[in-house]
């Protein structure tokens, strides 16, 4: 079974400051996408990052980018120039076909 | 342009009861899915339908049960209530086919309370 480990349940940060959140995931499928959500206290999630497992280039999204490791199973995320804003819950997800597995999440704290 | 809608936003049942939740995706989006969120907990995938046809579910019990409308707006049904149904649970839609790679948007979720 697919299952997606966040081992860091707490993260802080200082602002402007860069942040790495961890991510692991078990699969045996070769092609499925990754990606990273973002969910602040009002609840909505949002998207912040995508990642096709077949493309070897890392995705980057502004401030956010991915360190995507195909054979060890792993998918960081990279927060660089920390805003308070940024502060959330933040969803590692792996997605194939009719499937989606979420980790457990990562609360991340930013310090003015 | 409207996001993701769901009603009600809170919900207070006891068990046994039965209850509906409803979702309405974005214009367009002809995919929903579902998820159960506990607290402190990652969503779990519940159901996700596209073109009014379950394309994929979770490893929830049959008390589970949801369908999509003509209009693509979708109702997710839970009969015989448990405490460990108290959740919050999520509706997300996607403009892109029937697959659940490609980005979700969420809506604002019901809290479901069960005592």
């Known amino acids: 079974a697919q299952t997606v480990t966040q081992s860091q349940p707490e993260m802080s940060v200082q602002e402007a400051e860069t942040v790495t959140l961890s991510c692991t995931y078990d699969t045996s499928e070769s092609d499925y996408y990754l990606f990273w959500y973002k969910q602040p206290p009002s609840r909505q999630m949002i998207l912040v990052i995508r990642?096709?497992?077949?493309?070897?280039q890392n995705a980057t999204e502004n401030r956010f980018s991915v360190n995507f490791q195909k054979a060890a199973k792993s998918f960081s995320l990279k927060i660089s120039d920390s805003q308070l804003g940024d502060a959330a819950m933040y969803f590692c997800?792996?997605?194939?076909?009719?499937?989606?597995?979420f980790g457990a999440g990562t609360r991340l704290t930013v310090k003015p | 342009d409207a996001g993701v809608t769901q009603s009600p936003t809170h919900l207070i049942k006891t068990r046994g009861q039965q209850v509906t939740l409803r979702c309405s995706p974005i214009s367009g989006h002809k995919s929903v899915s579902w998820y159960q969120q506990v607290l402190g907990q990652g969503p779990q995938f519940i159901f996700q339908y596209y073109e009014k046809e379950e394309r994929g579910r979770g490893n929830f019990p049959d008390r589970f049960s949801a369908r999509q409308f003509p209009n693509y707006s979708s109702e997710l049904n839970v009969n015989a209530l448990l405490l460990g149904d108290s959740a919050l649970y999520l509706c997300a839609s996607s403009a892109v086919g029937h697959s659940l790679d490609n980005e979700q948007f969420f809506g604002p979720g019901t809290r479901l309370t069960v005592l």
């Open positions: 997800a792996y997605g194939y076909d009719n499937d989606m597995r």
């Open positions: 990642q096709e497992a077949y493309k070897q």
